[in-house]
């Protein structure tokens, strides 16, 4: 919970917006939460059932936002931790195409084309490959597309395997 004697700093991700433009943007928001909840406790124990208007709020809005901000003028400023973002690429695998002997050439270099989004040569030279030598590399995609080109493949009937690769970089 917070108390009026203490502001709790909060660090949000705000790209080029400072840390001093943060503080006063949370003190702003803060000091109006205070106000709010000090007005309605004060006029909670202020009214009865037998009176019958509410008490004025302007002196005690007054009173409160001068005691919130009182008291983050007297607190320690905390220093800002700025922490260290790590960002990690998706594990990359390979679609290896394999020869069959059911399904035509122009069919394998049709679905290479549709499903892997391959330009029409570069589809006929890896059906090529696949047919000559017994297999060939399709491509190289992040892990869940080339399960996804893997599953498509396999629905239309093509022979392929997914490869997961280690990239050791440095």
């Excluded at 297999?135 to 396999?154: D, H, I, S």
Aim: hydrophobic residues 45%; aromatic residues 4%.
């Amino acid at each position: 919970a917070l108390s009026p004697g203490r502001l709790a700093f909060i660090e949000v991700s705000c790209g080029a917006e400072s840390p001093v433009l943060m503080r006063s943007v949370l003190r702003s928001a803060l000091t109006v939460v205070l106000v709010a909840a000090v007005g309605l406790v004060s006029h909670a124990s202020a009214w009865t059932p037998s009176s019958t208007s509410m008490p004025s709020r302007i002196n005690t809005h007054k009173t409160a936002r001068s005691a919130v901000l009182a008291s983050a003028a007297a607190a320690p400023a905390q220093p800002v931790v700025q922490k260290e973002r790590v960002l990690k690429r998706a594990p990359y695998s390979k679609l290896m195409l394999f020869d069959d002997p059911v399904n035509t050439r122009s069919y394998v270099a049709r679905m290479l084309a549709v499903i892997c989004q391959l330009r029409d040569s570069d589809a006929f030279r890896v059906m090529n490959t696949a047919h000559q030598s017994g297999q060939c590399a399709v491509g190289t995609w992040p892990g869940e597309r080339c399960e996804l080109y893997a599953l498509q493949m396999r629905d239309a009937g093509l022979v392929v395997e997914v490869e997961p690769l280690d990239m050791l970089m440095g």
